[in-house]
């Protein structure tokens, strides 16, 4: 199951952090590390239930329900 | 410059028919298109006894090399159909792939990494040729005729029989069949004569072919490039051919213009800019295509069956298309062998339906898959693709999601409704509805155990003897089982030398694993009951199921 309790130790760190990732790329650049971060990450989780319901919430949150595609 | 072989394009004759002058023609089984799988369906059924009617409407084989990647399972039913040896000693056999990132190695595969198997993981092999080794070997057989410039020009059908409108340079004639199997090609004119249509993709891409004849020490492996220096921002793919030929496939994106692409001015440059311009080559043949992921709703419809290209169309990253169109004519040929003698039902050919279905979408599944990662249709599904091959030259987990064609394997029939469910427990892969494993063998036809399986029901054992009276009652039954003892020791019929039978087999002593005549398994126990076995025999040939 997916966890979305608070599990960053230290968040301000973290975002931090995510914001430095981005320094000095260009935007095509920042998508294409974006899209690295999200690989690397859903690898390390591998949980192929887990993953999915990573998917649907990060899509939840940007269309409403009924446009969401199945 | 070198002297180099070429291919002696055959001319078939046609001959004025019959029925012209009045003769009346009801054939059992009429086979629409004489290419692989039209071939295939018809020598299928001819060794089995079956007079065949082959209509097409050309008098030769294929121009152009086409389809070219005939996977280990192709060969192996053209082992069965007595081509296998024919073209896999004609063909360049390969089992590794490399995929190319820029100039860059990104991921590598071996289609074949175990040992014992007679056949390579692939063999290429213009599909001229194919078609040529094909037509010599219905040729041969007593019970087929292929009629060369026929063109079906209509089609009807009804509960009783198939009626056909045949043009011929002399005039046009009409057939009836009990059966009509369509196997004429991806724009099928019988099933526009039929109003049927297919249902799927296209996708907006362009990608230009071109047979090239040169000398090289490239290796036999199938390679392919992302991105590559002297083709950016595309895709290109290199294969081997016999005869000195290459085929080489530039993606060219979906504004290209077809007529423009095919002219030497246009493709000298691509060529020159990939292989260097002091290397020798000539071009044999070029063609611009776009490909689709589609098919029909019914590969069954009453009478008439659809077979290869006509019913499925796939895009060719993975050899999905005449491989699948094989598989479609020996999972076909027995089964319509057995209606037409009256053994089952005509409900056995619904299986073909469901099971060609199943074949067909999942082939569709992995070519669209493969499309999507060469051809991405967004913005956002390109940054994906770019950040997979940007890792995999670092990360092994990447390397796993480059997708440059998943390779043509046989369908696992999991869902068959022939199959009889397992009761007992067993590992390893050859599940009910798995296409049997070949494995070195000691016996009479040959040293592989697939030499001795297939054409009828055969009844694997292993270790075990089965009383004469039930090898019999098998043998002798409507739809013959054939008894193979297999073993380690010599009173075994076939001699599992090196103990692999055993081991893919999970064959334990007294294991029985029945297989249908296309070499799938369809039932397996522990120990041998001839009633089980006959139930299983009857079940996958739909006999007294509703």
């Given at each position: 199951?997916?966890n979305?309790?608070?599990?960053?130790a230290?968040?301000?760190?973290?975002?931090e952090?995510?914001l430095a990732?981005?320094?000095?790329l260009t935007?095509?650049q920042?998508t294409?590390v974006n899209?690295?971060?999200?690989?690397?990450?859903?690898?390390?989780?591998?949980?192929a239930a887990?993953?999915?319901e990573a998917?649907?919430?990060?899509?939840?949150?940007?269309v409403t329900q009924?446009s969401t595609a199945t | 410059m070198?002297?180099?072989?070429?291919?002696?394009?055959?001319?078939?004759?046609?001959?004025?028919?019959?029925?012209?002058d009045?003769?009346?023609?009801?054939?059992?089984?009429?086979?629409?298109?004489?290419?692989?799988?039209?071939?295939?369906?018809?020598?299928d059924?001819a060794?089995?006894?079956?007079?065949?009617l082959v209509l097409?409407d050309?008098?030769?084989?294929?121009?152009?090399?086409r389809?070219i990647c005939y996977?280990?399972?192709?060969?192996?039913i053209?082992d069965?159909?007595?081509?296998?040896?024919?073209?896999?000693?004609?063909?360049?056999?390969?089992s590794?792939?490399?995929?190319?990132h820029?100039?860059?190695?990104?991921?590598?595969?071996?289609?074949?990494?175990?040992?014992?198997h007679?056949r390579?993981a692939f063999?290429n092999?213009?599909q001229?040729?194919l078609e040529?080794?094909?037509?010599?070997?219905?040729?041969?057989l007593?019970?087929t005729?292929?009629?060369?410039?026929h063109?079906?020009v209509?089609?009807?059908?009804?509960?009783?029989n198939v009626a056909?409108r045949?043009?011929t340079p002399?005039?046009e004639y009409?057939l009836?069949c009990?059966?009509l199997?369509?196997?004429?090609g991806?724009?099928?004119?019988v099933?526009?004569?039929?109003r049927?249509d297919?249902?799927?993709?296209i996708?907006?891409?362009r990608?230009?072919?071109a047979?090239?004849?040169m000398?090289?020490?490239?290796p036999?492996?199938?390679?392919f490039?992302?991105?590559?220096?002297?083709?950016?921002?595309?895709?290109?793919l290199?294969?081997r051919?016999?005869?000195n030929?290459?085929r080489v496939?530039?993606q060219?994106?979906?504004e290209?213009?077809?007529d423009?692409?095919?002219?030497?001015e246009?493709?000298?440059?691509r060529?020159?800019?990939?292989?260097?311009?002091?290397?020798?080559?000539e071009?044999?043949?070029?063609s611009v295509y776009?490909?689709?992921?589609?098919?029909?709703q019914?590969?069954?419809?009453?009478?008439?069956?659809?077979a290869g290209d006509?019913?499925?169309l796939?895009?060719?990253?993975g050899?999905?298309?005449?491989?699948s169109?094989v598989q479609?004519?020996?999972?076909l040929g027995?089964?319509?062998?057995?209606v037409?003698?009256?053994?089952?039902?005509?409900t056995?050919?619904?299986?073909?339906n469901?099971e060609r279905?199943?074949a067909a979408?999942?082939n569709?599944r992995n070519s669209?898959?493969s499309?999507?990662?060469?051809t991405p249709?967004s913005?956002?599904?390109?940054?994906f693709?770019?950040?997979?091959?940007s890792?995999?030259?670092?990360?092994p987990?990447a390397r796993?999601?480059?997708?440059?064609g998943?390779?043509?394997?046989?369908m696992v029939?999991?869902?068959?409704?022939?199959?009889?469910p397992d009761?007992?427990?067993?590992?390893?892969?050859m599940?009910?509805?798995a296409?049997?494993?070949?494995a070195p063998?000691?016996g009479?036809?040959?040293?592989w155990?697939?030499d001795?399986?297939?054409g009828?029901?055969?009844l694997?054992v292993f270790?075990?003897?089965?009383?004469?009276d039930?090898?019999r009652?098998l043998?002798g039954g409507?739809?013959?089982c054939?008894?193979?003892h297999?073993?380690?020791?010599?009173?075994a019929v076939v001699?599992?030398?090196?103990g692999i039978?055993a081991?893919?087999?999970?064959?334990?002593?007294?294991?029985?694993?029945l297989?249908?005549p296309?070499?799938?398994?369809?039932?397996?126990w522990?120990?041998?009951?001839?009633?089980?076995?006959?139930?299983?025999?009857?079940r996958?040939?739909?006999?007294g199921t509703?």
């Amino acid at each position: 199951m997916l966890n979305t309790d608070p599990n960053i130790a230290v968040p301000d760190d973290f975002y931090e952090a995510l914001l430095a990732m981005h320094r000095d790329l260009t935007d095509a650049q920042s998508t294409l590390v974006n899209a690295r971060l999200i690989l690397l990450l859903a690898n390390h989780v591998g949980d192929a239930a887990v993953l999915r319901e990573a998917m649907e919430a990060a899509r939840a949150g940007v269309v409403t329900q009924a446009s969401t595609a199945t | 410059m070198t002297a180099m072989a070429r291919f002696a394009v055959p001319v078939y004759p046609y001959r004025r028919p019959p029925e012209l002058d009045g003769a009346r023609r009801h054939c059992g089984v009429v086979v629409v298109g004489a290419g692989p799988v039209g071939l295939t369906t018809a020598i299928d059924l001819a060794q089995r006894g079956i007079s065949v009617l082959v209509l097409d409407d050309d008098n030769t084989v294929s121009v152009g090399s086409r389809a070219i990647c005939y996977a280990k399972r192709t060969l192996e039913i053209l082992d069965r159909l007595g081509c296998g040896e024919a073209v896999t000693s004609k063909g360049v056999g390969w089992s590794v792939g490399k995929v190319y990132h820029g100039d860059q190695l990104a991921y590598q595969f071996d289609l074949l990494s175990e040992s014992g198997h007679h056949r390579p993981a692939f063999v290429n092999l213009q599909q001229y040729h194919l078609e040529a080794c094909l037509v010599n070997r219905a040729q041969s057989l007593p019970a087929t005729e292929l009629r060369w410039r026929h063109r079906v020009v209509g089609v009807a059908h009804d509960d009783e029989n198939v009626a056909l409108r045949v043009a011929t340079p002399d005039g046009e004639y009409d057939l009836t069949c009990d059966w009509l199997v369509v196997c004429d090609g991806a724009r099928s004119p019988v099933r526009h004569l039929l109003r049927l249509d297919t249902e799927g993709q296209i996708f907006r891409d362009r990608f230009l072919i071109a047979d090239i004849r040169m000398t090289s020490d490239f290796p036999a492996e199938r390679r392919f490039w992302f991105d590559p220096p002297f083709h950016p921002n595309q895709s290109v793919l290199l294969h081997r051919q016999p005869d000195n030929v290459w085929r080489v496939d530039f993606q060219l994106g979906w504004e290209a213009d077809p007529d423009e692409e095919t002219k030497p001015e246009r493709i000298l440059p691509r060529l020159h800019a990939m292989l260097g311009t002091e290397t020798h080559f000539e071009i044999e043949w070029a063609s611009v295509y776009t490909f689709q992921c589609r098919r029909m709703q019914k590969f069954r419809q009453g009478r008439v069956l659809f077979a290869g290209d006509a019913a499925h169309l796939v895009s060719p990253f993975g050899a999905r298309g005449a491989n699948s169109g094989v598989q479609d004519a020996d999972n076909l040929g027995w089964k319509l062998d057995l209606v037409l003698r009256g053994i089952a039902p005509e409900t056995l050919l619904d299986s073909y339906n469901h099971e060609r279905i199943a074949a067909a979408d999942e082939n569709i599944r992995n070519s669209t898959r493969s499309t999507d990662f060469i051809t991405p249709k967004s913005a956002v599904s390109r940054t994906f693709r770019d950040a997979v091959l940007s890792l995999a030259r670092d990360y092994p987990f990447a390397r796993r999601l480059v997708n440059s064609g998943r390779l043509s394997v046989p369908m696992v029939l999991t869902d068959s409704p022939l199959n009889t469910p397992d009761v007992d427990v067993f590992a390893g892969a050859m599940v009910p509805g798995a296409p049997a494993a070949d494995a070195p063998v000691a016996g009479p036809d040959g040293g592989w155990l697939l030499d001795h399986v297939g054409g009828t029901f055969v009844l694997l054992v292993f270790d075990i003897d089965v009383a004469a009276d039930d090898m019999r009652a098998l043998a002798g039954g409507d739809v013959p089982c054939r008894v193979l003892h297999v073993g380690g020791n010599d009173r075994a019929v076939v001699c599992d030398i090196d103990g692999i039978v055993a081991a893919r087999y999970d064959g334990a002593r007294g294991t029985c694993y029945l297989m249908r005549p296309d070499q799938h398994v369809c039932a397996r126990w522990r120990e041998f009951d001839v009633s089980r076995v006959r139930a299983a025999v009857a079940r996958a040939c739909a006999i007294g199921t509703t």
